[in-house]
């Protein structure tokens, strides 16, 4: 998968707002955050204890947000 982003710049525009234009492009895009996830093999066994520890946490922050809720 390749993805690529590319801005066109006007001669009149300075340089550090392309720079700045595209930084913005590419994270809205979520090409770094795609990038870093996949830099390295990860185990499809690590792969679940991720996501199972993650559904983890949110439930525990549910059950927290829901028991504050509960206090008023």
């Known amino acids: 998968m390749i993805l690529t982003s590319q801005i066109i ?6 340089l550090e707002k ?8 590419v994270e809205k895009e979520g090409i770094i955050r795609e990038w870093k ?17 993650a559904l983890e946490r949110k439930r525990m922050k549910r059950q927290r947000k829901l028991a504050s809720m509960k206090s008023y």
């Open 18 to 25: 392309a720079i700045k234009r595209f930084k913005r492009m």
């Open 9 to 14: 710049v006007d001669d009149s525009e300075p």
């Open 37 to 53: 996830k996949r830099e390295f093999f990860e185990k499809p066994s690590a792969i679940l204890n991720r996501k199972k520890k």
